[in-house]
Every structure is written in structure tokens, then in C-alpha cells.
């Protein structure tokens, strides 16, 4: 692993390399089917012995906790931890906390110190039974859920940051001799099998050692030397070293596509990009195989907002084509009487990111547009072009999901998310009818989502056609293995690896 | 008529008339002056004897010509702009066709041909265009700003020798206070904020990305290195019997200073110029390297170095070619600017010699520039 986890006690743990670890040793009541693509964005139960009895109304989730179930200590599972669980989290504090805050009954109040207890949630430990209510209806309340952060920790369990000896948790593995920022291990849980949780796999390499290494130059040499056995998908394969990783290792190394959104925003408040047609002209002209040699083949190129892999990407054609069309845009630019107008194109420093800004700010020239560019570091880009005041035209931008659900990739097209600091909004969509489509399909359960695939669809299609954004496609990731493991196991759209999947040859 | 007493500090071996028209010359070593001979026609006669200099002044010429010539190059030859992206395009190179970018990313190397003559970079971009215009640029920011360190340095380094007091103590502390911050710090702190905002000075608006905003930065943070010394230089010159007569005949302070002291430092400024010039341009490149000097996607040689490193295991030529072009630039500029101190100053070089064999010299003038 290049990068050190953020942290490992589950309930602080926000990055990729945290949650990879945790996903297999702290299971909520709900988790995710152990698939690849789609499929692997499937709400499962995990504790619960079955997916959540929801109102009518959409604010009461009903579980019933599974018999039997014991911590990695031995300790008994109660339903009563998960209340505890819960605040703990709200009071350690986890970073996505206002994912509960802002929905369940009484979690403001005890985020704010105003309460002693979540009142939105109780357990009975006797039956076994988890209620949760929510002040209003929100359909991906059981993505949620799955987050590892809510997983079950022993009432009791300090709070406060146990990374250094993480809690017991109920897994397939027991994360344990954490050296911090140098290794941390994962020893097989051997209770696990015997609560015969259906579709989470109960593990089959016994220890898996992970090693912290100081850059992923060396860190991508020790896996292609079979020195080590993976390469850390959330780490960035070194684009040097790929060459010789393609030739000498091409059965144990892949790009695997995970459910992001990149694309350049079009800030519809503001000259040029306040008409469709300057808009339509960016989508028509750009090349996305440009784009995606740009990143070493790093990108799956697409055109519409909700990406490959989660439920509602359309299947239909991108409106204005797979294949550039670099004249036709020229003339629409030049019939819109916007041949020249100035343009400032927002970007990052890191790479490949900036040199996608010098391909599109090329492109604006090329197209007619007087364009330049603005590359600012990283840490600050965000924060930047989400201020009102910087209210840039034009830029680089990116979602990677919190949870595979496609209203979790709407919000950055909802109007109710433009502000004044930290806008996430940045092209400014405020649609009537993506509000009016927004208001019903974010009410839908994230367990019925399937249900509501084609009318996503229809939508996403729609925003595709009024070029709010120009999208050119879905990072990906690599799978990179050293050849003493078979390469047929889970690489899940959310966790990376599935660890618990590894396998010896 | 006065004679001038400070010949040795400015150690051009001139002795001059206090109205400056005209000058005559003494051989190096305290030899008879050689009537009818300027120091600086004596200097061109030494510098053309220094054959090494001359090669490398002529080396670095060369590389401004062509870099100055880059839009005959990028028109002519190789049909491309240096901001021109063709990363789906292919190439042909002996009979065969090539991509310019593969589909995993890595560029074309060297064709040896009008197109893509160095390579390409990871945008599809042609290297000998981007370094061209990147040295045009590189060059373009050196020379503004030398021109500003040595303009504003100069007048600096006038009104604080000359006038003293309470003028020397402010802008002696501001010179302190440049000097004391790390020279590569302080261009960094300035080149990003400015790069966000731009500048603006009254009516001047200079846009972020303009050239010359590193060009002032550099210019700014480099005036200490040429204001001190000529401060101190101009110290010792205002007690001097030719300033005491020009005084003494009514002659204003500016004219004082623009007439009898400014030609005797002029000799320092000169010597200054090309090592100003060398460090200009590698400070440019150490601030654009790291994002803080010219900005995307304009080339600098700076910026293709920084744009190449992670390539460097399977594209070297993207850091190779535009470094070496730095390094070749610099030692020109250093090596020339080497001889014509030499030239100048033929008995810095005996000083130093001394300075070697313990032996304590009188006022050697410091031409070095300390980061």
C-alpha cells in the first residue's frame, strides 16, 4: 500500500485503503453483495436477517437482528450495540456522520450535545429488533447503512480513536498488530463461518499482511518482482513503469473501472456556457480517447453523469456522438455568434488531471473560444471553484461515489446544492425538471432501485442532451497482482480487492 | 580636471575626468596607461583574447536565436503551435505509421523528422516546438527580469549609498528583509498567489498568467544581490574629490549621481548583467518546475522538466532535452559572463590568487550570487 489508511478504527475510517480493510472485518446490519460491476452495488443483509421492513411513508426501517452472533473477542452480539454503535460514530466523529445526522430523529440533537441518546433509533435486545426513523424520506438511507462506519462495535467500546488496536467487529477477518503508518495484519476470523451469513464469503488466505512502502514506484517493482502480492488499487500505478508491467505481467494486471464520474463543468449562469449551444459545441468536439491516453488508459470513456455500473446509467447513444466532431462544433460556435469569447479554464495540479485541462483548454481554442488556463494546487481547488465569488466559467471535475446509488451522483446536479462555499453544483443546473424528477426518484428505497432503473435512465439521457456538463468517463483502477495469487477473485466497485476473496495458486 | 581616486574599487584600472566625456587607460598591474585607449575598448581587446568565453557567448547566442526563431520552426517545419494537443493523431516515421500517443499513454520519442523532430510529450504536443518556445519564454522572463533587477538595483543602490541616513536605513532594511527570505521561498509565496489574482499596480493590470508576472517576481527578489554591493561601492565613491568638485561646482544630487558616480559602477553592472541573466533563467525554471513561474500551457524549459518526471523510465527525452538545453544556456551565459569579468576586471583573477595563498587583499569586488 502506497498510502497509509486515513484511520482503522471503522468508525473514523473515510478512504479507500481504510474501508478495504474494513468492509471484510466490520459487517453492518446491511453490506454488499461480494460481486464485480454492477451486481456488487446490491444491498445484501449482513447482521440483519433480511433487508429492512420500510414504511410507507419511507421513514421507519425495520430489522430484525441474526441469532448466535459473536465479536472477534468472543463477546455476544446485542441489538442494543447499535444504538451505541451509532453514537459513537456521531460522537467520535466520523467525517460522513451528516449521512445519519441530517436524516434520523434525534441524531442532530445528540451531534449538537443537545441529547444523551439518538432517539431516532432503538433495539430490543430480547427479539432482537432495530428500529430507525427518519424525519423525512430518503431512498439511499440503506447505502447508508452499509457503510462500514455503522458497523456493530461492542457497547462500551471507548470513544475514541482506537486505531492503533482496533475494536472486535463481526467479519471474515480480525484486523490486528497495527504498526501505525508501517503494517497492519488481517488474520482470519474463525467464528465467522459458523453464523453462516449467505453471500459473504467467510475468507480463504489465513493472515494477509499489509505493508505501508513510501512511494507506489517501489511499491509497483515489489508486486511485479513477486516481492509482494498486490498493488493497492487506490494507489496510482506509476504510468512509467507500465510498459514493462503490460509485457511482463499481463495476466496478473488489469484497468478496472470503478463507478466515478469525471467531466468538465459548464457553469450555466455565466457567458459563454449560458447557452446550450456553447455547451453542445464542448460535447461535440471533444475526443475522449484523447482523454483516456491522456490518463494511461486509466479512464472508461463515457458521456452521461451516472457512470457505468450503477443503476440508471443509460444504454442508449451519447446525443451528440461517440466520434469528435471538431467542425460541426466550430460552426455552431460561430451560428451562436461566440466565435471568441474568453474562456478560463480551472484545473489541478496533479497529474493526469492538469494535463486533461491543456487537452481542453486546446480544445476551447480549437473550437473558437479564447481560452487560458488557471491550474491551482490541489488542496485548495475544491474550496476555490466552489466559492460564489470565484464563480468560474469552466474546469475539471469529479465524483467518485459515497455509495452506489444514483442519486448520490445527482446531488452535484440538484439546485438545492448550489451555495455560496463549498458548492458541489459547479455548473449551476437548477432544471425544473431535474428537480421535479430529482423530488421523486431520491424517494425511492435504495433496495427498490431496480425498479426505477429506466426512469434514471431517462433522466440521465436528458441531462446528457442540455450538456449541463461535459462527461468523458469513469476512472479506473488497477488490478495488479503478483503471480503466487490467482487472479479470478472479487474486484468489488466500491472496495477494490475483495480481500476475503484471495486466493493461493 | 579631477582624478579619479576610486580606480582601484572599481577595478577597471579607468581613470577618468570628473565630467566623464572621455577617459583614459592604465595597463592591468599597474602599468603606464595606454594613452588614447578606453577601459571598455581595453576589455573588448582582452575578451576577444579569451577565446573559451567567447565560445560560450556564442553558444548561447546561438540558443537565443533559435529559441527567438521558434514560430519560423513551429510554421515551417513542424506545422504545429507549442499549445497544439494531438494525442489521437498518427505519425509517420520510416514508412510506418505511428501512434503520436499510444493507448497507454506513452508518447512518440524522437523522428528525427520535421514533425515530431524530438518527440512528442503526453498531450501529443511537439517537444523541439514546446522547446523553442519554452526557451523563448525561459529567455523572455530571464531578460525582463534582469532588466528589472538591474534598473531598479541601480537606483536602489544610488540613493542609499548616496544620500545615506534615514533613505540608506529604509531601504537598507528592505533590502534586508528581501535578502534574509530564501530566494526560491519567496518566489514560490509571490508566483502563486499571483498567479491566482494576477497583478495590479494602478493603472497596470498584468493577467496571472502573463509572463511577466514571474519576470517581476524574479526581477523583485533578485535586487538585493546587485543593490548592496552597489550601495557599498557608491558609499565609498561619494567621498571622493571629483564628487566633492562636481558638488562644489553646483551639480545637483541626480546630476551627481546619473554623471560622476554612475559610470564609475557601471563597470560592476556590466560584469553583474550575464550573471543576473544565468540566474534569472534557472530561478524561472526552478519556479516553474514547481508551478509557481510560467503557467500551463505555456512551455518553459521549467515546466517540460516538471511535466516529464514521472515518464522519466520510458520517455527520458521529456526531462533530457529541455534540461540539457537549461544547463547549455546557463553555462553560456556563466562562462561569457566569467570572461568579461575578466575582461573588465583582469585583477579580481589576481585577488583570487592571492585570496589562495593567504594573502590578505585590499577590496576585491564580490560579483558572486548567493542563493
New interface residues.
Given amino acids: 500500500m502506497g498510502t497509509a489508511p486515513d484511520y482503522l478504527d471503522p468508525q473514523l475510517a473515510y478512504t479507500t485503503q481504510a474501508v478495504e480493510a474494513h468492509w471484510i472485518s466490520y459487517t453492518g446490519l446491511l453490506t454488499y453483495r461480494h460481486e464485480e460491476g454492477e451486481p456488487g452495488t446490491q444491498l445484501i443483509p449482513g447482521l440483519a436477517d433480511a433487508l429492512p421492513r420500510i414504511s410507507d411513508d419511507g421513514k421507519t426501517y425495520e430489522f430484525t437482528l441474526r441469532r448466535g452472533l459473536r465479536y472477534s473477542d468472543g463477546t455476544a452480539v446485542r441489538a442494543s450495540d447499535y444504538p451505541y454503535s451509532i453514537e459513537r460514530m456521531i460522537r467520535i466523529p466520523w467525517g460522513g456522520r451528516s449521512f445519519v445526522t441530517n436524516y434520523v430523529v434525534g441524531a442532530a440533537d445528540f451531534d449538537a450535545g443537545r441529547a444523551r441518546s439518538v432517539s431516532g433509533i432503538t433495539a430490543d435486545d430480547a427479539t432482537g429488533r432495530i428500529t430507525i426513523r427518519l424525519r423525512e424520506a430518503y431512498g439511499a438511507f440503506s447505502n447508508v447503512l452499509a457503510f462500514p462506519a455503522l458497523a456493530f462495535v461492542p457497547r462500551g467500546t471507548a470513544i475514541r480513536n482506537l486505531s492503533n488496536d482496533p475494536p472486535p467487529g463481526v467479519g471474515a477477518y480480525i484486523l490486528t498488530d497495527v504498526v501505525p503508518n508501517r503494517s497492519f495484519t488481517l488474520r482470519k476470523n474463525p467464528e465467522f463461518a459458523s453464523f453462516r451469513i449467505p453471500d459473504i464469503p467467510t475468507g480463504n488466505l489465513d493472515t494477509i499482511r499489509v505493508n505501508i512502502v513510501s512511494n507506489t514506484n517501489s511499491e509497483a517493482q515489489q508486486v511485479l518482482n513477486n516481492q509482494a502480492d498486490i498493488f493497492d488499487s487506490g494507489d496510482t500505478l506509476p504510468p512509467a513503469l507500465l510498459p514493462q508491467i503490460e509485457s511482463q505481467a499481463r495476466d496478473r494486471f488489469a484497468r478496472k473501472p470503478v463507478p466515478s464520474t469525471f467531466y468538465f463543468f459548464l457553469n450555466t449562469t455565466k457567458p459563454p456556457f449560458n447557452n446550450e449551444k456553447a455547451r453542445i459545441a464542448v460535447n461535440m468536439a471533444m475526443d475522449r480517447d484523447a482523454l483516456s491516453r491522456i490518463a494511461s488508459g486509466f479512464l472508461e470513456t463515457d458521456c452521461f453523469f451516472i457512470p457505468r455500473g450503477i443503476v440508471g446509467h443509460p444504454t442508449s447513444e451519447c446525443p451528440y456522438g461517440d466520434r469528435p466532431d471538431l467542425a460541426g462544433a466550430q460552426r455552431m460556435l460561430r451560428d451562436a455568434g461566440l466565435e471568441g469569447a474568453p474562456v478560463t479554464v480551472w484545473g489541478q495540479e496533479r497529474s493526469p488531471r492538469k494535463e486533461y485541462i491543456d487537452y481542453y483548454t486546446d480544445l476551447l481554442n480549437k473550437i473558437g473560444f479564447r481560452a487560458t488556463e488557471r491550474i491551482i494546487a490541489d488542496t485548495v481547488y475544491f474550496p476555490t471553484i466552489g466559492n460564489a465569488r470565484t464563480d468560474p466559467q469552466t474546469g475539471f471535475a469529479d465524483w467518485l461515489q459515497d455509495f452506489p446509488n444514483p442519486s448520490d451522483f445527482y446531488l452535484l446536479m440538484d439546485g438545492r446544492s448550489i451555495q455560496p462555499t463549498n458548492n458541489q453544483n459547479f455548473s449551476k443546473v437548477n432544471d425544473p425538471f431535474i428537480q421535479r424528477e430529482l423530488r421523486r426518484l431520491n424517494a425511492v428505497p435504495a433496495t427498490e432501485l431496480d425498479s426505477v432503473a429506466d426512469e434514471w435512465a431517462a433522466l440521465d439521457e436528458y441531462t446528457a442532451r442540455r450538456a449541463y456538463v461535459a462527461v468523458y468517463g469513469a476512472e479506473a483502477v488497477p488490478k495488479f497482482f503478483s503471480n503466487k495469487l490467482n487472479f479470478d477473485s472479487v474486484f468489488h466497485p466500491l472496495y477494490f480487492n475483495d480481500w476475503s476473496t484471495l486466493s493461493l495458486r | 580636471m579631477a582624478i579619479d581616486p576610486a580606480t582601484p574599487d572599481t577595478g577597471t584600472g579607468a581613470i577618468r575626468t570628473a565630467s566623464g566625456d572621455s577617459v583614459v587607460a592604465a595597463e592591468p598591474g599597474g602599468g603606464a596607461p595606454a594613452a588614447g585607449i578606453g577601459p571598455y575598448r581595453l576589455a573588448r581587446r582582452r575578451l576577444r583574447r579569451n577565446k573559451v568565453a567567447l565560445a560560450f557567448g556564442a553558444l548561447f547566442a546561438i540558443i537565443v536565436i533559435l529559441c527567438f526563431c521558434a514560430p519560423l520552426y513551429a510554421d515551417h517545419i513542424a506545422h504545429t503551435g507549442p ?3 494531438h ?2 493523431e498518427k505519425v509517420t516515421v520510416g514508412g510506418k505509421e505511428k501512434d503520436v ?6 508518447p512518440i520519442g524522437p523522428t528525427w523528422q520535421g514533425r515530431f523532430l524530438l518527440g512528442a510529450d ?3 504536443r511537439d517537444l523541439a516546438v514546446r522547446l523553442l518556445y519554452g526557451g523563448r519564454n525561459s529567455l523572455e522572463v530571464g531578460f525582463i527580469a534582469t532588466f528589472i533587477t538591474m534598473i531598479l538595483a541601480t537606483i536602489v543602490g544610488l540613493a542609499a549609498g548616496y544620500y545615506r541616513g534615514v533613505v540608506d536605513g529604509v531601504l537598507a532594511r528592505i533590502l534586508d528583509l528581501i535578502w534574509a527570505y530564501p530566494v526560491v521561498l519567496l518566489g514560490i509565496a509571490l508566483g ?1 498567489s499571483l ?2 489574482g494576477g497583478l495590479s499596480i494602478g493603472p497596470i493590470e498584468v ?3 502573463s509572463l511577466f508576472v514571474p519576470a517581476v517576481i524574479i526581477g523583485v527578489v533578485y535586487i538585493p544581490y546587485v543593490a548592496k554591493p552597489i550601495r557599498g561601492q557608491v558609499l565609498g565613491l561619494r567621498e571622493k574629490e571629483f564628487v566633492d568638485a562636481a558638488r562644489v561646482q553646483g551639480a545637483s544630487s541626480l546630476r551627481i549621481m546619473a554623471r560622476e558616480i554612475l559610470p564609475n559602477v557601471a563597470s560592476t553592472l556590466i560584469v553583474f548583467l550575464p550573471l543576473m541573466i544565468a540566474n534569472a533563467i534557472l530561478l524561472e525554471a526552478a519556479l516553474s518546475y514547481l ?1 509557481a513561474g510560467i ?3 505555456n512551455p518553459s524549459w521549467g515546466t517540460m522538466i516538471s ?1 516529464g518526471i ?6 527520458i527525452h521529456l526531462t533530457f532535452v529541455p534540461g540539457a538545453m537549461l544547463v547549455l544556456a546557463v553555462l553560456g551565459i556563466n562562462v561569457f559572463g566569467d570572461g568579461v569579468r575578466d575582461a573588465l576586471d583582469p585583477r579580481a583573477r589576481v585577488k583570487i590568487k592571492e585570496k589562495e595563498t593567504d594573502k590578505v587583499s585590499d577590496d576585491p569586488v564580490e560579483f558572486a550570487v548567493e542563493h
Avoid: E, K, M, W
Avoid at chain 2, 514521472?310 to 520517455?315: D, E, G, K, Q, Y
Fill in positions: 499549445n497544439d494537443n494525442v489521437t500517443v499510444s493507448v497507454s499513454g506513452l503526453q498531450n501529443g502563486t498567479a491566482l493577467s496571472g498568467n508551478g503557467q500551463p500551457p511535466d514521472r515518464l522519466i523510465p520510458s520517455a
